[in-house]
Protein backbone atom coordinates (compact mmCIF):
# COMPACT_ATOMS: atom_id res chain seq x y z
CA UNK A 1 0.00 0.00 0.00
CA UNK A 2 1.40 3.70 -0.87
CA UNK A 3 -0.43 5.49 1.33
CA UNK A 4 0.20 5.20 5.38
CA UNK A 5 -3.22 5.31 7.49
CA UNK A 6 -2.78 7.60 10.38
CA UNK A 7 -1.44 5.77 13.69
CA UNK A 8 -4.51 5.47 15.92
CA UNK A 9 -3.89 4.84 19.83
CA UNK A 10 -5.20 1.48 20.99
CA UNK A 11 -4.79 1.73 24.31
CA UNK A 12 -7.14 4.70 24.56
CA UNK A 13 -10.42 2.45 25.41
CA UNK A 14 -13.57 4.56 24.88
CA UNK A 15 -16.14 1.20 25.51
CA UNK A 16 -17.03 -2.11 23.98
CA UNK A 17 -19.21 -3.54 21.63
CA UNK A 18 -22.52 -4.15 22.73
CA UNK A 19 -25.11 -6.11 21.01
CA UNK A 20 -28.43 -5.39 19.46
CA UNK A 21 -31.73 -7.17 21.11
CA UNK A 22 -32.82 -8.30 18.22
CA UNK A 23 -29.40 -9.84 17.02
CA UNK A 24 -29.10 -11.53 20.88
CA UNK A 25 -32.75 -13.05 20.21
CA UNK A 26 -31.95 -14.11 16.92
CA UNK A 27 -28.70 -16.16 18.31
CA UNK A 28 -30.95 -17.80 20.90
CA UNK A 29 -33.34 -18.54 18.33
CA UNK A 30 -30.63 -20.69 15.73
CA UNK A 31 -29.96 -23.12 18.90
CA UNK A 32 -34.09 -23.31 19.81
CA UNK A 33 -36.30 -23.57 17.10
CA UNK A 34 -38.76 -26.09 18.45
CA UNK A 35 -39.97 -27.01 21.99
CA UNK A 36 -38.34 -30.43 21.48
CA UNK A 37 -35.14 -28.07 21.48
CA UNK A 38 -36.57 -26.97 24.55
CA UNK A 39 -36.58 -30.67 25.88
CA UNK A 40 -32.90 -31.33 24.46
CA UNK A 41 -31.51 -28.64 26.48
CA UNK A 42 -33.29 -28.22 30.04
CA UNK A 43 -34.01 -32.23 30.29
CA UNK A 44 -30.16 -32.77 29.48
CA UNK A 45 -29.36 -30.46 31.91
CA UNK A 46 -30.81 -32.41 34.29
CA UNK A 47 -29.01 -35.58 33.21
CA UNK A 48 -25.24 -33.54 33.41
CA UNK A 49 -26.21 -32.56 37.85
CA UNK A 50 -26.63 -36.64 37.63
CA UNK A 51 -23.68 -37.60 35.66
CA UNK A 52 -21.61 -35.50 37.63
CA UNK A 53 -22.27 -37.32 40.93
CA UNK A 54 -21.92 -40.32 42.25
CA UNK A 55 -25.12 -41.69 41.21
CA UNK A 56 -24.39 -40.90 37.36
CA UNK A 57 -28.33 -41.93 36.97
CA UNK A 58 -31.29 -40.35 38.23
CA UNK A 59 -35.19 -39.62 37.45
CA UNK A 60 -36.34 -36.54 34.96
CA UNK A 61 -39.80 -35.59 35.36
CA UNK A 62 -41.31 -32.88 32.45
CA UNK A 63 -44.64 -32.29 33.32
CA UNK A 64 -46.05 -30.96 29.84
CA UNK A 65 -49.42 -28.61 28.92
CA UNK A 66 -49.96 -28.17 25.34
CA UNK A 67 -53.57 -26.59 26.83
CA UNK A 68 -51.49 -23.59 28.43
CA UNK A 69 -48.13 -23.85 26.40
CA UNK A 70 -45.94 -24.78 29.30
CA UNK A 71 -43.49 -27.55 30.82
CA UNK A 72 -42.01 -28.06 34.08
CA UNK A 73 -38.77 -29.93 34.22
CA UNK A 74 -37.82 -31.68 37.49
CA UNK A 75 -35.04 -33.24 38.80
CA UNK A 76 -33.52 -34.80 42.14
CA UNK A 77 -30.10 -34.05 41.85
CA UNK A 78 -27.90 -31.95 44.03
CA UNK A 79 -29.45 -28.62 43.41
CA UNK A 80 -27.52 -25.26 43.06
CA UNK A 81 -26.19 -22.98 45.38
CA UNK A 82 -27.25 -19.27 45.02
CA UNK A 83 -23.45 -18.35 43.67
CA UNK A 84 -23.52 -21.18 41.12
CA UNK A 85 -26.80 -20.73 40.37
CA UNK A 86 -25.93 -17.01 39.71
CA UNK A 87 -23.25 -18.20 37.77
CA UNK A 88 -24.53 -20.83 35.57
CA UNK A 89 -27.32 -18.13 34.46
CA UNK A 90 -26.63 -14.70 34.77
CA UNK A 91 -23.93 -15.07 32.40
CA UNK A 92 -24.92 -15.58 29.08
CA UNK A 93 -21.91 -17.90 27.40
CA UNK A 94 -19.62 -18.08 30.21
CA UNK A 95 -17.96 -21.62 30.16
CA UNK A 96 -19.18 -23.21 33.19
CA UNK A 97 -19.46 -27.08 32.51
CA UNK A 98 -17.95 -29.60 34.72
CA UNK A 99 -15.14 -32.26 33.77
CA UNK A 100 -16.97 -34.91 32.42
CA UNK A 101 -20.95 -33.54 31.49
CA UNK A 102 -22.40 -32.68 28.27
CA UNK A 103 -23.05 -28.83 28.40
CA UNK A 104 -20.25 -26.30 27.10
CA UNK A 105 -21.87 -23.21 25.44
CA UNK A 106 -23.47 -21.71 28.72
CA UNK A 107 -26.42 -21.25 26.39
CA UNK A 108 -28.79 -24.28 26.01
CA UNK A 109 -30.87 -23.35 29.52
CA UNK A 110 -30.90 -19.70 28.71
CA UNK A 111 -32.04 -19.73 25.55
CA UNK A 112 -34.94 -21.34 26.12
CA UNK A 113 -36.08 -17.63 27.42
CA UNK A 114 -37.56 -17.03 23.11
CA UNK A 115 -40.78 -19.08 23.57
CA UNK A 116 -41.47 -16.55 26.56
CA UNK A 117 -39.60 -17.21 29.51
CA UNK A 118 -38.14 -19.85 31.99
CA UNK A 119 -37.89 -20.09 35.95
CA UNK A 120 -35.44 -21.99 37.89
CA UNK A 121 -36.02 -23.09 41.47
CA UNK A 122 -33.47 -24.78 42.97
CA UNK A 123 -32.80 -26.11 46.44
CA UNK A 124 -29.72 -27.08 47.99
CA UNK A 125 -28.54 -27.98 51.65
CA UNK A 126 -32.03 -26.77 52.70
CA UNK A 127 -31.63 -23.46 50.85
CA UNK A 128 -33.54 -21.86 48.20
CA UNK A 129 -32.73 -19.80 45.36
CA UNK A 130 -34.82 -18.62 42.66
CA UNK A 131 -34.06 -17.11 38.94
CA UNK A 132 -36.48 -16.20 36.42
CA UNK A 133 -35.22 -14.78 32.47
CA UNK A 134 -37.86 -13.40 30.26
CA UNK A 135 -37.07 -13.31 26.25
CA UNK A 136 -35.42 -10.03 26.37
CA UNK A 137 -32.80 -11.57 28.63
CA UNK A 138 -34.43 -9.52 31.26
CA UNK A 139 -33.45 -11.70 34.72
CA UNK A 140 -34.27 -11.35 38.40
CA UNK A 141 -33.02 -13.15 41.48
CA UNK A 142 -35.68 -12.60 44.56
CA UNK A 143 -34.95 -16.08 46.59
CA UNK A 144 -31.02 -15.81 47.34
CA UNK A 145 -30.23 -18.70 49.27
CA UNK A 146 -33.41 -18.50 52.10
CA UNK A 147 -34.33 -21.58 54.23
CA UNK A 148 -36.41 -23.98 52.59
CA UNK A 149 -40.21 -24.42 53.73
CA UNK A 150 -42.30 -26.97 53.84
CA UNK A 151 -44.26 -24.80 51.65
CA UNK A 152 -41.86 -24.35 49.08
CA UNK A 153 -41.11 -28.44 49.33
CA UNK A 154 -44.42 -29.42 48.52
CA UNK A 155 -45.17 -26.39 45.58
CA UNK A 156 -41.70 -27.81 44.18
CA UNK A 157 -42.31 -31.43 44.40
CA UNK A 158 -39.12 -31.89 45.99
CA UNK A 159 -38.86 -33.55 49.36
CA UNK A 160 -34.63 -33.57 49.41
CA UNK A 161 -32.14 -31.21 46.76
CA UNK A 162 -33.33 -31.15 43.42
CA UNK A 163 -34.06 -28.18 40.85
CA UNK A 164 -37.43 -27.37 39.03
CA UNK A 165 -37.03 -24.86 36.00
CA UNK A 166 -40.70 -23.73 34.50
CA UNK A 167 -40.89 -22.87 30.80
CA UNK A 168 -43.71 -20.74 29.40
CA UNK A 169 -44.84 -19.60 26.04
CA UNK A 170 -46.19 -16.81 25.39
CA UNK A 171 -49.54 -15.86 23.32
CA UNK A 172 -47.35 -13.94 21.10
CA UNK A 173 -45.13 -17.27 20.75
CA UNK A 174 -47.39 -19.55 19.96
CA UNK A 175 -47.41 -19.82 16.01
CA UNK A 176 -43.23 -19.78 16.69
CA UNK A 177 -43.24 -22.33 19.00
CA UNK A 178 -46.71 -24.60 18.62
CA UNK A 179 -47.11 -27.65 21.18
CA UNK A 180 -47.00 -30.66 19.44
CA UNK A 181 -49.61 -33.47 20.71
CA UNK A 182 -48.80 -34.96 23.86
CA UNK A 183 -48.55 -38.74 22.11
CA UNK A 184 -46.55 -37.24 18.80
CA UNK A 185 -44.39 -35.25 21.23
CA UNK A 186 -43.17 -38.47 23.05
CA UNK A 187 -42.91 -40.77 20.06
CA UNK A 188 -40.40 -37.97 18.77
CA UNK A 189 -38.31 -37.51 21.75
CA UNK A 190 -38.19 -41.15 22.63
CA UNK A 191 -36.14 -41.92 19.15
CA UNK A 192 -33.83 -38.48 19.16
CA UNK A 193 -30.68 -38.82 19.51
CA UNK A 194 -29.94 -36.06 22.22
CA UNK A 195 -31.72 -37.79 24.84
CA UNK A 196 -30.40 -41.44 24.04
CA UNK A 197 -27.81 -41.15 27.09
CA UNK A 198 -30.75 -40.98 29.32
CA UNK A 199 -33.74 -43.19 27.45
CA UNK A 200 -31.65 -46.18 26.43
CA UNK A 201 -32.21 -49.91 27.91
CA UNK A 202 -28.32 -49.47 29.49
CA UNK A 203 -29.18 -46.34 30.80
CA UNK A 204 -32.53 -47.05 32.56
CA UNK A 205 -30.71 -50.04 33.96
CA UNK A 206 -28.48 -48.24 35.75
CA UNK A 207 -31.46 -45.43 37.19
CA UNK A 208 -32.06 -43.41 34.07
CA UNK A 209 -35.90 -42.09 33.79
CA UNK A 210 -37.15 -39.64 31.82
CA UNK A 211 -40.60 -39.64 32.67
CA UNK A 212 -43.59 -37.10 30.59
CA UNK A 213 -46.56 -36.19 32.28
CA UNK A 214 -49.47 -35.35 30.59
CA UNK A 215 -51.10 -32.76 33.02
CA UNK A 216 -53.79 -31.59 30.68
CA UNK A 217 -55.79 -34.52 31.77
CA UNK A 218 -57.43 -36.44 34.78
CA UNK A 219 -55.76 -39.01 36.09
CA UNK A 220 -52.41 -37.47 34.38
CA UNK A 221 -50.93 -39.64 31.45
CA UNK A 222 -47.12 -40.97 32.16
CA UNK A 223 -44.95 -42.05 29.93
CA UNK A 224 -41.54 -42.57 30.29
CA UNK A 225 -39.38 -42.79 27.77
CA UNK A 226 -37.62 -45.83 27.00
CA UNK A 227 -35.57 -47.59 23.57
CA UNK A 228 -34.28 -50.53 22.82
CA UNK A 229 -31.42 -51.83 20.11
CA UNK A 230 -33.06 -52.92 16.97
CA UNK A 231 -33.95 -57.01 17.41
CA UNK A 232 -32.15 -59.67 16.26
CA UNK A 233 -28.70 -57.35 15.35
CA UNK A 234 -25.05 -58.73 15.09
CA UNK A 235 -21.89 -56.48 15.51
CA UNK A 236 -20.26 -56.20 12.09
CA UNK A 237 -17.06 -54.13 13.56
CA UNK A 238 -16.36 -53.06 17.10
CA UNK A 239 -12.66 -51.89 17.53
CA UNK A 240 -10.88 -48.86 19.22
CA UNK A 241 -8.11 -46.84 17.03
CA UNK A 242 -6.15 -44.00 17.77
CA UNK A 243 -7.12 -41.01 15.84
CA UNK A 244 -4.34 -39.55 13.84
CA UNK A 245 -2.74 -36.96 14.82
CA UNK A 246 -4.58 -36.41 17.55
CA UNK A 247 -3.35 -39.74 19.39
CA UNK A 248 -3.61 -38.79 23.14
CA UNK A 249 -7.63 -39.64 21.76
CA UNK A 250 -8.99 -43.32 21.46
CA UNK A 251 -11.90 -43.52 19.96
CA UNK A 252 -14.01 -46.45 19.33
CA UNK A 253 -16.33 -47.41 16.34
CA UNK A 254 -19.18 -49.89 16.62
CA UNK A 255 -21.04 -50.92 13.85
CA UNK A 256 -24.20 -53.68 13.77
CA UNK A 257 -26.25 -55.01 11.46
CA UNK A 258 -30.54 -55.68 11.30
CA UNK A 259 -32.38 -58.49 9.76
CA UNK A 260 -35.11 -55.60 9.32
CA UNK A 261 -34.52 -52.10 7.66
CA UNK A 262 -34.17 -50.09 10.69
CA UNK A 263 -34.27 -46.51 11.04
CA UNK A 264 -30.91 -45.95 13.64
CA UNK A 265 -27.93 -45.10 12.06
CA UNK A 266 -24.04 -43.83 13.62
CA UNK A 267 -24.98 -42.09 16.89
CA UNK A 268 -21.44 -39.77 17.48
CA UNK A 269 -20.68 -39.41 21.26
CA UNK A 270 -18.15 -38.24 23.79
CA UNK A 271 -19.23 -40.50 26.65
CA UNK A 272 -22.13 -42.45 27.56
CA UNK A 273 -24.71 -39.07 27.62
CA UNK A 274 -23.22 -36.76 25.34
CA UNK A 275 -24.47 -37.18 22.22
CA UNK A 276 -23.67 -35.39 19.25
CA UNK A 277 -25.57 -35.92 16.11
CA UNK A 278 -26.86 -39.37 14.35
CA UNK A 279 -26.09 -39.81 11.15
CA UNK A 280 -23.94 -42.01 8.42
CA UNK A 281 -21.05 -39.66 8.96
CA UNK A 282 -20.93 -38.40 5.55
CA UNK A 283 -24.14 -36.57 3.74
CA UNK A 284 -23.41 -38.52 0.56
CA UNK A 285 -23.84 -42.14 3.02
CA UNK A 286 -26.77 -40.93 4.79
CA UNK A 287 -29.75 -42.14 2.57
CA UNK A 288 -27.58 -45.13 1.29
CA UNK A 289 -30.35 -48.00 0.74
CA UNK A 290 -27.28 -50.64 1.41
CA UNK A 291 -27.06 -49.54 4.68
CA UNK A 292 -30.85 -49.65 6.10
CA UNK A 293 -29.79 -52.59 7.91
CA UNK A 294 -27.15 -50.97 9.57
CA UNK A 295 -26.43 -48.36 12.77
CA UNK A 296 -24.24 -48.17 15.19
CA UNK A 297 -21.75 -45.69 17.83
CA UNK A 298 -18.77 -43.76 17.59
CA UNK A 299 -17.63 -42.65 20.97
CA UNK A 300 -14.37 -40.76 21.22
CA UNK A 301 -14.14 -38.29 24.68
CA UNK A 302 -11.81 -36.09 22.43
CA UNK A 303 -14.67 -34.34 21.36
CA UNK A 304 -15.45 -32.68 24.07
CA UNK A 305 -12.08 -32.02 25.09
CA UNK A 306 -10.84 -30.21 22.57
CA UNK A 307 -13.97 -27.90 22.40
CA UNK A 308 -13.47 -27.26 26.05
CA UNK A 309 -10.41 -26.27 25.33
CA UNK A 310 -11.78 -24.19 22.98
CA UNK A 311 -13.96 -22.78 24.93
CA UNK A 312 -11.17 -21.64 27.80
CA UNK A 313 -9.13 -20.49 25.71
CA UNK A 314 -9.18 -19.65 21.50
CA UNK A 315 -5.87 -19.27 20.96
CA UNK A 316 -4.07 -22.33 23.04
CA UNK A 317 -3.47 -24.68 19.76
CA UNK A 318 -4.48 -22.88 16.66
CA UNK A 319 -3.27 -25.42 14.33
CA UNK A 320 -5.29 -28.49 15.71
CA UNK A 321 -7.82 -26.62 17.16
CA UNK A 322 -8.08 -23.31 15.23
CA UNK A 323 -12.52 -23.31 15.80
CA UNK A 324 -15.19 -24.82 18.09
CA UNK A 325 -15.12 -28.70 16.69
CA UNK A 326 -18.59 -28.44 17.67
CA UNK A 327 -21.94 -26.38 16.23
CA UNK A 328 -22.31 -24.26 19.47
CA UNK A 329 -26.22 -24.49 18.28
CA UNK A 330 -26.66 -27.99 18.64
CA UNK A 331 -28.25 -28.47 15.34
CA UNK A 332 -25.44 -29.89 12.92
CA UNK A 333 -23.34 -31.95 15.43
CA UNK A 334 -19.48 -32.19 14.48
CA UNK A 335 -17.95 -29.26 12.47
CA UNK A 336 -17.07 -31.02 9.38
CA UNK A 337 -14.06 -28.05 8.42
CA UNK A 338 -12.62 -29.22 11.43
CA UNK A 339 -9.16 -30.90 11.33
CA UNK A 340 -10.04 -33.49 14.01
CA UNK A 341 -13.17 -33.97 12.59
CA UNK A 342 -11.62 -35.37 9.61
CA UNK A 343 -9.37 -37.83 11.09
CA UNK A 344 -11.88 -38.93 13.40
CA UNK A 345 -14.71 -40.15 10.36
CA UNK A 346 -11.90 -41.07 8.32
CA UNK A 347 -11.48 -44.63 9.42
CA UNK A 348 -14.98 -45.05 10.35
CA UNK A 349 -16.39 -43.94 7.03
CA UNK A 350 -13.92 -45.78 4.92
CA UNK A 351 -15.30 -48.78 7.15
CA UNK A 352 -18.44 -48.02 5.75
CA UNK A 353 -17.88 -48.06 2.48
CA UNK A 354 -16.44 -51.39 2.57
CA UNK A 355 -19.57 -52.83 3.46
CA UNK A 356 -21.20 -51.04 0.85
CA UNK A 357 -19.51 -52.43 -1.44
CA UNK A 358 -19.70 -56.02 0.18
CA UNK A 359 -23.42 -55.58 -0.11
CA UNK A 360 -23.84 -54.68 -3.63
CA UNK A 361 -21.96 -57.59 -4.34
CA UNK A 362 -24.42 -60.09 -2.29
CA UNK A 363 -27.16 -58.44 -4.07
CA UNK A 364 -25.69 -58.35 -7.48
CA UNK A 365 -24.82 -62.04 -7.06
CA UNK A 366 -28.59 -62.29 -5.92
CA UNK A 367 -29.84 -60.55 -8.90
CA UNK A 368 -27.80 -62.74 -11.29
CA UNK A 369 -28.91 -66.27 -9.35
CA UNK A 370 -32.46 -64.92 -9.39
CA UNK A 371 -32.06 -63.59 -13.38
CA UNK A 372 -30.69 -67.72 -13.80
CA UNK A 373 -33.83 -68.95 -12.08
CA UNK A 374 -35.72 -67.12 -13.90
CA UNK A 375 -34.27 -68.19 -17.50
CA UNK A 376 -34.89 -71.48 -16.84
CA UNK A 377 -38.10 -71.72 -15.30
CA UNK A 378 -39.01 -69.90 -18.29
CA UNK A 379 -36.66 -72.46 -20.27
CA UNK A 380 -39.07 -74.95 -18.99
CA UNK A 381 -42.37 -73.21 -19.05
CA UNK A 382 -41.20 -73.17 -23.28
CA UNK A 383 -40.32 -77.00 -23.49
CA UNK A 384 -43.90 -77.85 -22.04
CA UNK A 385 -45.74 -75.29 -23.78
CA UNK A 386 -43.62 -76.95 -27.44
CA UNK A 387 -44.77 -80.42 -26.55
CA UNK A 388 -48.57 -79.60 -25.62
CA UNK A 389 -49.19 -78.13 -28.30
CA UNK A 390 -47.00 -80.85 -30.01
CA UNK A 391 -49.70 -83.02 -28.62
CA UNK A 392 -52.57 -81.26 -29.57
CA UNK A 393 -51.93 -81.30 -33.78
CA UNK A 394 -54.58 -84.08 -35.92
CA UNK A 395 -53.43 -87.16 -36.67
Known amino acids: MQNTLPKLDRTKIDGTLEIDQQAFTAIAEDSIKTVDDVVYEIGSNSGDIYWDSKQKYGEIIVEYSKRNNEM ?3 DYGRGMSQDKLLSSFSIWGKFSAEKDSRGLNSRGAKDCRVLGFIEVHTISDNKYSTMWIDEKANWGNEDKGVTV ?4 RD ?3 LKKNGTVVYVKCTDENKPKFPFPRFQDFCERLKYSHQLHGFVNEKARNKGSKFTM ?3 DVEPNNKI ?3 TKE ?3 SE ?3 DYKYKVPNYEEYEARFILKKTIHQCDNKIIVMSNKIATHEESFLQRSLDEHSYLENYYGY ?4 GITALAREYRKNRKSDLKRNQFLVLDQNRQEGLVRKHPFTKVLLQEPISKLKEVIKKEEAIRSLKEVTITKELTDKTKEMEKLLAEILKGDEPN
Open 298 to 301: LICP
Open 213 to 215: VNV
Open 224 to 226: VLE
Open 230 to 232: PAN
Open 155 to 157: SLG
Open 72 to 74: RFR
Open 149 to 152: TKKI
Open 235 to 237: IVF
